[in-house]
């Protein structure tokens, strides 16, 4: 396949389900990952919705392909994109496909692209429906390629001080706030693909974020770059900027902070009821038979949880404090008909001691908050 930023990529428009306004973003964003090809767009012509679609497709050279509603209320566009589709597939005269649309008509469509070795780009609303977007190799929201344009200079007029000059209106674009399970998904991106010393190349990261999230998208949480969205996360991640001798530009490396502020004694984390009755805590001692730690786990810095503790833990994925000598955030796998998997990552396991064969104690402190020592 061509390197990308030669790509070949055939961009598909379903004139039902996507705004005319956002053509000219939608057309600079796939830019970003290759040359657009073929452009078709699909949609009756005959019908007064897709009016306001005319003179974009001047402007930026799009095909538009004609198809009759042969029944009312039925979207006959979408079989005329996906024969178009794998058409061109079978031509193979381009490298990706970018399919814009909201419609989860499409899913089976980019599934068997990406089953052809092919590139597939979806662009559509928010409301588009999980199974497309996991579909995709990349999903973009049209919501956030609204750039504001910067104001013109004024020309130096006389305006009558009786009236207001008009202000066009601008489009807000809805960001999402960085909630858990994204902050989840960076760190676990950031520990699958770090050296021995914990730091990851941004590059890598990003590509393995985008393989499990494909709507992954700094601009969602309203960042251009997703570098700076790790900038922000102080608390969470190191940033190394690093430059080469044969080249000026910066790479990024990211490390998560996971050891904390040393305890001088887990007093901290425990509640006054129970400060005075160890009995009270919820303990349990693993492995418990018919498991045992393997050199697996040991290669891997974790250990497994097998029913008869599960209880004690909690039922998802999230992640967990533990207290060694040091205060460590892990990441805790819920798994319903499986042994459950806490990562306790390099650092942990090194603190732990943690080997083949041994048996370690688990003191839960309190909500996701545990203590171990060996048992």
Request: glycine fraction near 4%; charge should be positive.
């Given at each position: 396949m061509a390197q990308q930023k030669d790509l070949k990529i055939a961009i598909l428009i379903d004139a039902d389900n996507v705004s005319s306004k956002?053509?000219?973003?939608?057309?600079?964003?796939?830019?970003?990952?290759?040359?657009?090809?073929?452009?078709?767009?699909?949609?009756?012509?005959t019908r007064p919705y897709v009016e306001n679609w005319k003179g974009s497709l001047l402007t930026h050279a799009i095909t538009p392909i004609q198809q009759y509603s042969y029944t009312q209320g039925k979207n006959s566009t979408d079989s005329a994109l996906i024969?178009?589709?794998?058409?061109?597939?079978?031509?193979?005269?381009?490298?990706?496909?970018?399919?814009?649309?909201?419609d989860s008509d499409f899913t089976r469509l980019a599934t068997r692209l990406r089953e052809s070795g092919k590139l597939v780009i979806g662009i559509g609303e928010r409301k588009t429906p999980k199974p497309f977007i996991a579909s995709c190799d990349k999903f973009i929201y049209v919501e956030i390629l609204e750039k504001v344009a910067p104001a013109k200079k004024a020309e130096k007029k006389v305006v009558p001080t009786n009236t207001t000059p008009k202000v066009a209106p601008v489009e807000e674009v809805s960001i999402n706030p960085l909630d858990d399970d994204t902050l989840l998904l960076l760190k676990d991106a950031v520990d699958d693909t770090a050296d021995e010393s914990g730091w990851a190349f941004l590059g890598e990261i990003g590509s393995l974020i985008i393989k499990r999230k494909p709507d992954f998208d700094a601009r969602n949480y309203g960042f251009e770059k997703i570098s700076h969205l790790f900038k922000t996360r102080k608390e969470d991640f190191e940033i190394d900027e690093r430059t080469t001798e044969k080249s000026k530009i910066k790479l990024y490396y990211i490390r998560n902070i996971i050891n904390k502020t040393p305890l001088q004694t887990p007093a901290p984390s425990v509640p006054k009821s129970a400060k005075s009755a160890k009995e009270k805590f919820e303990t349990a001692v693993v492995p418990t038979a018919g498991n045992k730690i393997t050199a697996d786990d040991v290669k891997k810095n974790q250990i497994r949880l097998t029913k008869d503790v599960k209880a004690l833990f909690?039922?998802?994925?999230?992640?967990?404090?533990?207290?060694?000598?040091?205060?460590?955030?892990?990441?805790?796998?819920y798994q319903r008909d499986r042994s459950h998997v806490l990562n306790l990552g390099k650092e942990a396991a090194a603190e732990l001691e943690l080997a083949e064969g041994v048996s370690v104690r688990f003191t839960k402190l309190q909500d996701a908050v545990y203590k171990i020592e060996k048992a």
């Open positions: 956002k053509i000219e973003e939608i057309i600079n964003e796939v830019n970003r990952y290759g040359i657009p090809t073929i452009k078709r767009i699909y949609g009756d012509w024969i178009d589709a794998m058409d061109i597939l079978h031509s193979d005269r381009v490298d990706g496909f970018c399919i814009v649309s909201s909690p039922n998802k994925t999230k992640k967990i404090k533990i207290i060694i000598r040091n205060e460590y955030e892990c990441r805790f796998t």
